[in-house]
T-cell receptor, first 114, second 111 residues
């Protein structure tokens, strides 16, 4: 079993749909992250959670709504997305947040918005 | 938050070659540095941490130059399987340390 699992692997949605991405980590970590990776761009940090509390929000549009019910699970709720939101969405975890620790990534969700 | 810069490449090298990548960062207060490897359509995976004294893991050597604010990755005796994108990560202070990724350097090792 991999340390960080993400579902679904692929998602195609229309601009009026509502969908959710799910992430689960089995490493006993206290911090979880959402990153966005677009073609030819660096990974962009979207949200950071530490022990279910949001500690970083990088000016992400409100059409992306994170939820962290416990330290092992992280969701990204999507609604009324735009075609430019098409990207690879990566979940990651680390032992703690804000201490410069190594990240462990899930396999990502490749999202296409039509 | 300031940037982390990498030459996107691609670096196209023959098997057995030695290749080096640099990654510059602009925030002198940055702490903890890493190199990740990302294969096409896959997630980034930790390759190695970068320590102040430099560190080596088999064919891979990472160095930190704080004075010039860059980290480097040296790959000796390149293998075909080394073909990937190499991402540097710099933890920049902003209240707490937040990992900032470079754009990545693409390496292609050919027979």
């Amino acid at each position: 079993e991999t340390g960080v699992t993400q579902t679904p692997r692929h998602l195609v949605m229309g601009m009026t749909n509502k969908k959710s991405l799910k992430c689960e980590q089995h490493l006993g970590h206290n911090a979880m992250y959402w990153y966005k990776q677009s073609a030819k761009k660096p990974l962009e940090l979207m949200f950071v959670y530490s022990l279910e509390e949001r500690v970083e929000n990088n000016s992400v549009p409100s059409r992306f709504s994170p939820e962290c019910p416990n330290s092992s699970h992280l969701f990204l709720h999507l609604h009324t997305l735009q075609p430019e939101d098409s990207a690879l969405y990566l979940c990651a975890s680390s032992q703690e947040a804000g201490r410069g620790e190594k990240l462990f990534f899930g396999s990502g969700t490749q999202l296409s918005v039509l | 938050r300031k940037e982390v810069e990498q030459d996107p490449g691609p670096f196209n090298v023959p098997e057995g070659a030695t290749v080096a990548f640099n990654c510059t960062y602009s925030n002198s207060a940055s702490q903890s540095f890493f190199w990740y490897r990302q294969d096409c359509r896959k997630e980034p995976k930790l390759l190695m941490s970068v320590y102040s004294s430099g560190n080596e893991d088999g064919r891979f050597t990472a160095q930190l130059n704080r004075a010039s604010q860059y980290i480097s990755l040296l790959i000796r005796d390149s293998k075909l399987s080394d073909s990937a994108t190499y991402l540097c990560v710099v933890n920049e202070p902003g209240g707490s340390y937040i990992p900032t990724f470079g754009r990545g350097t693409s390496l292609i090792v050919h027979p």
